[in-house]
């Protein structure tokens, strides 16, 4: 079993409230600092994890740490499910997504509940393929959350997956460190006004399993097939899965 380090974006108190409470306070700048941090490359990374699933052309999808939406909406544009949940902890970034998404007059197939990820309510074999985009990485147990992610899974159904992720090669690697470790958390603390949310962010990275390692984690999650690709120098990798 993976054993997973603990990080917190404050310093008291359980790590899943914790989280919470932190998206919660940067929902309102989370998409311009997404989109700004990443130089607007994060909208190809979804992309490219969505493409993932066109073959199989899913009808029930669950996007799980929806945030605000972005991946969900891109999904239902193109995949077009019949439905599309987005699950969330935080309410205060789903409230952001549920006004985009009517803003696109999507609601009869995009929805939003809270959802612990750990302790998913919908029953077993539910969804042709479920999806996550820069969140798992913040899951008090990774181990549990794909196991719920596979649970949900009907037989034979998706896994697909887009994190951020450290690059493994020279110069990218030292590069990254700098601008992970100076940059973005000082941007993020002047758009966010959060002093903890972007330096946990950079520590979620950093200790977050990647390549072939989170491959043997998805499998041991109950997946019966896992493969990977690594995107612009390693900073992103997607993840594809078979239950």
């Not at 935080?90 to 009869?108: F, L, T």
């Not at 990774?142 to 596979?150: K, N, S, T, V, Y």
């Not at 700098?178 to 973005?184: A, D, E, F, K």
């Amino acid at each position: 079993m993976y054993q997973q380090e603990t990080i917190k974006p404050y310093n008291n108190g359980e790590k899943t409230a914790q989280v919470e409470q932190m998206f919660d306070n940067i929902a309102p700048t989370y998409d311009t600092l997404n989109h700004r941090l990443s130089w607007d490359i994060d909208r190809g990374w979804r992309k490219k994890a969505i493409k993932q699933l066109q073959p199989y052309q899913p009808q029930s999808m669950l996007d799980i740490a929806t945030g605000t939406g972005d991946f969900a909406i891109l999904a239902a544009e193109m995949l077009k499910p019949e439905r599309l949940i987005g699950a969330d902890i935080s309410e205060g970034m789903m409230e952001i997504g549920r006004k985009k998404v009517a803003e696109r007059g999507m609601q009869h197939i995009i929805s939003f509940e809270k959802e612990d990820c750990l302790h998913l309510s919908y029953a077993d074999n539910t969804f042709d393929a479920v999806t996550a985009a820069f969140g798992i990485r913040n899951f008090a147990g990774l181990d549990q959350g794909l196991r719920e992610m596979c649970r949900v899974l009907k037989k034979g159904g998706h896994l697909s997956i887009a994190e951020l992720t450290t690059p493994v090669s020279f110069p990218m690697k030292q590069l990254f460190h700098i601008y992970s470790h100076t940059i973005l958390p000082i941007y993020g603390r002047l758009i966010s006004k959060d002093d903890a949310a972007y330096s946990y962010l950079t520590k979620t990275i950093e200790a977050f399993p990647q390549g072939e390692q989170m491959v043997g984690i998805l499998k041991d999650a109950g997946f019966s097939e896992a493969k990977f690709q690594r995107l612009t120098f390693g900073i992103c990798t997607i993840y594809f899965a078979t239950k």
